[in-house]
């Protein structure tokens, strides 16, 4: 059962968040098969407007899926029932109808038209990558952030004081405060590129790192039973390794939007250092694994736990690193292999770390402390496998597109170099393989969501290997 | 790892470490933004056309489709270079070239990516024009490596 019943409040926000996964996996399916078919939808679709709905439709699901994970795990780390649970079902119903309302809005009003009707021109934010939201949907998101942050702030403060929970914090408050750079447009483009950067940047491979870090330092604790004594001391060394590689790692998108000559040695060195705290989470947890008191019934969970660190390390870690070196990335930067990379990294270290909690929390929330039944679990295994799987020749698929657009594209001589178009129907059949995945991913997510709606609970037996510190 | 390396020691460098990279951070930030930057981005030729066409890349959502300097999208052509590639680096040129390339939009050809109608207006395209005439010439390095971008 859970500890404190305000817990509970995290249900929404996982149901919501897994919702606008699924949207957000049709829209790829529709990106997947623009790519070929140039006229798919066209022109009630066009590919800008799936895409922005694709990428947003990302970044607020796992935002609400950290909401989830923040509500459901500080008021147990910190032994003290959540501060306001009707203020966390305000922000919940906010959240949910502004993002809802954006995405509505990119669908069925024309952009410029959305940015004009929203008064862009007042604070123009608009039509930047990622940052695409009408200038009050960020100012909403800054809004909800902020009573978000209050609401766990206060919890965390009146409890006991956890690592966990003071990196998760601390995480938190970095993602409030670099979200305040959405607001710098100026109109110098290298200024404005340089500064998107402390958004994108300082997010994914910064402060991000630090909320999955201790969202799977909770699980651990509470599968392995492991002393947290030692999972804690993991974790700073973790997100120590994040920022010190990270932050200036940032370096590595500054080699070719204006910024000095520096930075190619500085991003090179420091990004491809970037990889080491995720190979130090795939340690960490298969070393917790391997040292846990008790074998918990909820093998889904465990399963998810591992899988984010391998999957993170391939994605961000290893992947990033294949073209993140100058003279490979002034091939590379801006082709598939760029894709490839963002969407297993994507994948690796933020969906799957959201999905971990979700299978953990979830049928605890449901009234099954041991975790669903042996045949959800089995079924959401499936699902684990099909979407990990067709994730991994996504990206293998990327990745041969993005070696052959290089070659054709970047590597030959001016007058000998094919242009973009032509180059892009040269890879057409990695697209399409591309497109066949995205399938199987779809059934994955399918098959995934359908082991929500099976019956039962785990069985309590547990075999116990040692004592435990802490309960499950 | 070993009993000696405490979790106050992990702390340390944790919090070592990030506020030390923090502050070399800003300061290479401030470098960047106010030493190197001024030579490097031709600032002086930021003229309002350009503002107003970065304002119109920017309210047509350009970067959903295109890259500009490898950034944005990767479904329509590198923009950067496309005053080089299009226009032969003549300001006259590209903007005819502009108006007759917008004017064509979309091809309506079966199959074929399309790119939409974006209704602008001759004074609006040439602000478009401007603004990716003024990034063409922005010192990022030497990139791309060709002029296909």
């Given amino acids: ?472 | 790892m070993a009993e000696r390396f405490t979790k106050s020691m992990a702390r340390n460098i944790y919090l070592g470490g990030s506020v030390f990279f923090v502050l070399l951070f800003l300061a290479l930030t401030f470098d960047t933004q106010v030493r190197a930057m001024p030579e490097r981005d031709n600032r002086d030729q930021l003229t309002e056309e350009v503002v107003r066409g970065k304002h119109l890349w920017e309210e047509n959502n350009c970067v959903g489709c295109h890259s500009i300097m490898g950034e944005g999208a990767y479904f329509a052509p590198e923009l950067a270079n496309v005053f080089d590639r299009r226009g032969g680096g003549n300001t006259e040129v590209f903007k005819s070239y502009m108006r007759a390339w917008m004017s064509s939009q979309p091809t309506g050809i079966p199959g074929r990516r399309q790119m939409p109608d974006f209704n602008l207006t001759q004074r609006e395209i040439d602000d478009l024009a401007a603004f990716l005439e003024w990034t063409s010439k922005i010192d990022d390095n030497g990139w791309p490596p060709n002029i296909e971008g």
């Fill in chain 1, 1 to 472: 059962m859970m500890k404190y019943e305000s817990q509970r409040v995290a249900m929404p926000y996982f149901v919501f968040a897994l919702i606008l996964f699924a949207g957000q996996i049709v829209f790829g399916l529709i990106l997947g098969l623009q790519y070929v078919v140039g006229d798919f939808l066209f022109p009630e679709i066009p590919f800008n407007v799936a895409r922005m709905v694709h990428t947003n439709l990302l970044i607020v699901w796992l935002l609400f899926g950290f909401m989830g994970a923040t509500y459901y795990l500080v008021p147990e780390e910190a032994q003290t029932e959540l501060h306001s649970p009707l203020l966390a079902w305000i922000l919940f119903w906010v959240f949910a109808a502004a993002g809802t309302l954006t995405i509505l809005g990119y669908l069925f009003v024309d952009y410029a038209t959305l940015a004009d009707v929203t008064m862009n021109k007042l604070l123009p934010t608009m039509g930047r990558e990622f940052l695409e939201q009408p200038t009050i949907t960020k100012i909403g998101i800054a809004v909800v952030v902020v009573a978000f942050l209050y609401n766990i702030g206060m919890t965390a403060l009146k409890g006991r004081k956890t690592v966990v929970n003071i990196v998760l914090m601390t995480g938190l408050v970095g993602l409030a405060v670099l979200w305040l750079f959405s607001f710098y447009n100026p109109s110098n483009l290298t200024q404005d590129k340089y500064f998107w950067w402390f958004v994108v940047h300082l997010w994914v491979e910064g402060v991000w790192e630090l909320i999955m870090g201790a969202i799977l330092a909770y699980v651990l604790i509470k599968l392995t039973g492991v002393d947290r004594e030692v999972i804690e001391k993991w974790l700073y060394v973790i997100i120590a390794m994040a920022l010190i590689t990270g932050i200036i790692g940032t370096g590595h998108h500054f080699f070719w939007i204006g910024p000095p000559e520096y930075w190619l040695w500085l991003g090179s060195v420091f990004s491809a250092l970037e990889p080491l705290p995720f190979f130090m989470m795939v340690i960490f947890a298969f070393n917790m694994i391997n040292r846990r008191r008790r074998n918990h019934p909820n093998k889904a969970a465990m399963l998810w736990a591992m899988g984010t660190t391998v999957m993170a390390f391939l994605g961000a870690g290893v992947w990033g690193f294949l073209h993140t070196l100058a003279p490979v990335n002034w091939y590379t930067h801006g082709t598939q292999v760029t894709a490839a990379h963002g969407h297993m990294a994507f994948y690796g270290a933020y969906v799957m770390i959201v999905l971990t909690i979700i299978s953990y929390a979830m049928p605890i929330m449901r009234g099954r402390p041991y975790g669903n039944s042996n045949t959800a679990q089995i079924v959401e295994m499936w699902g684990f496998w099909l979407m990990t799987i067709s994730m991994v020749f996504i990206t293998l698929f990327l990745t041969g597109a993005g070696i052959l657009q290089v070659w054709l594209q970047r590597m030959p001589e001016s007058g000998d170099a094919l242009s973009f178009m032509a180059g892009q129907d040269q890879l057409a059949v990695f697209y399409w393989m591309r497109f066949v995945a995205g399938t199987f991913f779809m059934a994955g997510l399918v098959i995934y969501l359908g082991s929500f709606f099976i019956k039962g609970a785990a069985a309590p037996a547990e075999e116990v290997r040692g004592p435990a510190t802490e309960d499950a």
